[in-house]
């Protein structure tokens, strides 16, 4: 039936849209304006969900229909999540009110996994700016050598650029390689050693808790300030995740290694610190903050959160560390008022010593989807959108027990040995926002994230009103 076939892809294309609409005076426009992930592919090109309610219903704005009645709302996931005893801390609230709607042990902190991304992300925004740009550079040093400067842009890359591949320009290090050998020729210079420069973060490259295998297993690289392509041994075969060992001095090998194709003779030197008055040779820059946000939010970029994190310590003043970098992440929490309940040793969620409560947790989401905080607003247009992007693409959200969810969820996931946390907005079959946050395991059994998916998608098929 070609009617109802196209009737349904156009439904369900509207699924990908409903976060488009007007947010009326307290919810901002929830449409992603740019991602460094490629947008959700059309619907129509994939096997289609069945879709749970009317495009009237799809058609509301956020908080124009009824909150759910607390009661009602608790008989549904109540059901889902079996009782007290389950290994399940959870929280509803209304994203607009911030009303508590539903509660099982909602201010009791446990780990969140990637959902502390969320909390790295509102403290960027809110005290770097959505508009920064993380800048890598090359300066004059002494006696015939050259100074590599990372800043920590987290994107650095000597791959060449993708046509569509759907994100702002990446910083180039061969564009840099390029000004800086036209600025050393243009000076009569034609050959030179790199030094390198990685002093704008300090301390230890791994966190308190991050367990042995996360470098070896490629989780994330050694941070550093000057990293390229996230530190990968071979960044063009994305199958393959294994990490440098010292990403600065490889960053300055493969630059001087571009130099010479530009026509000045180079080698990578030492490790220095560049003088604040050296003489400029060149710089590239990474794609805004936003963009970092939004990219970090859809796929769970652990290298690019760690940047994030770090930018905040820089901009309230502190030393670049990982202890540093989370006082200053709860610094700017609590000056939006929704630090409490947030305890972190990261900017990615990789230490299962963090402590997030789901109150706090479903505080930050609502902050970022208010009006008050536009500068927030990457963070709502990087969650994942339940069944089509992100963490959240198939197979989650198309099962019979949670299709409610797809389209109408946008969530951060966070996945850690024995732990599996869900948190984000959803739409009611009533048209109103809710903020919600679901935190399973205890990190000493299996846990399946099937079930957070279900609990988000009885939120989303709840017509409770």
């Known amino acids: 039936m ?5 009737a349904l892809a156009v439904l369900s294309l509207s699924l990908l849209n409903v976060f488009a609409v007007a947010a009326g005076l307290a919810v901002v426009k929830l449409t992603p304006a740019r991602h460094l992930s490629p947008q959700p592919p059309s619907v129509a090109a994939r096997d289609l969900v069945q879709v749970p309610r009317s495009a009237a219903v799809l058609a509301a704005e956020p908080g124009s229909g009824r909150p759910p009645d607390p009661s009602a709302l608790a008989g549904r996931l109540s059901t889902l999540i079996g009782g007290p005893q389950a290994k399940i801390n959870a929280v509803v609230i209304d994203a607009e009110t911030r009303r508590q709607l539903y509660e099982l042990r909602a201010g009791q902190p446990a780990t969140p996994a990637s959902t502390t991304k969320l909390a790295t992300s509102v403290a960027a925004l ?3 700016g959505p508009a920064h740009r993380i800048a890598t550079r090359v300066v004059r040093g002494a006696g015939g050598r050259i100074v590599l400067v990372g800043g920590g842009d987290p994107t650095l890359t000597a791959l060449p650029p993708r046509p569509g591949a759907g994100h702002p ?31 704008a973060y300090q301390g230890p490259r791994t966190a308190a808790g991050w367990k042995p295998n996360y470098l070896p297993d490629g989780e994330v690289a050694p941070v550093s300030a000057l990293t390229v392509d996230e530190g990968r041994v071979s960044p063009s075969d994305p199958s393959k995740k294994t990490r440098v060992a010292d990403p600065p001095a490889t960053a300055a090998r493969e630059f001087a290694r571009l130099l010479s194709q530009n026509g000045v003779s ?6 220095t610190v560049a003088q604040k008055e050296a003489e400029p040779l060149g ?3 990474s794609p805004p903050l936003s963009a970092l946000v939004e990219h970090l939010l859809t796929d769970s970029d652990n290298d690019v959160a760690e940047a994030v994190a770090r930018q905040v310590a820089i901009k309230t003043g502190r030393p670049a560390t990982f202890a540093e970098a989370a006082q200053a992440v709860r610094q700017v929490l609590a000056g939006l008022g929704v630090a409490e309940g947030v305890s972190v040793n990261d900017g990615s969620g990789l230490s299962p010593l963090n402590r ?8 930050i989401v609502s902050l970022a989807a208010g009006g008050d905080h536009p500068d927030l607003r990457p963070v709502i247009t990087g969650l994942p959108i339940a069944g089509f992007s ?7 959200y198309t099962v019979a027990a949670s299709q409610a969810g797809a389209g109408m969820v946008r969530a951060k996931t966070g996945t850690l040995s024995g732990v599996s946390t869900l948190a984000g907005l959803a ?13 399973a395991g205890d990190g000493k059994g299996p846990v399946d994230p099937g079930k957070l998916d279900q609990l988000a998608a009885a939120v989303a098929g709840c017509g409770c009103g």
Do not use: N
């Open 169 to 199: 320009p990446y910083a180039s290090l061969t564009d840099l390689a390029r000004q800086t050998a036209t600025a050393l020729k243009a000076s009569g210079t034609s050959q030179v050693r790199v030094d390198y420069d990685a002093s």
């Open 356 to 363: 997030i409560s789901p109150i706090a947790l479903a505080r």
């Open 2 to 6: 070609p009617g109802r076939g196209r």
């Open 283 to 285: 710089v590239v820059q």
């Open 126 to 128: 809110a005290s770097v």
């Open 266 to 271: 180079a080698k990578a030197g030492r490790q």
């Open 427 to 439: 739409h009611d079959a009533d048209g109103r926002l809710l903020a919600f946050a679901f935190m």
């Open 390 to 396: 992100g963490t959240l693409s198939p197979p989650r």
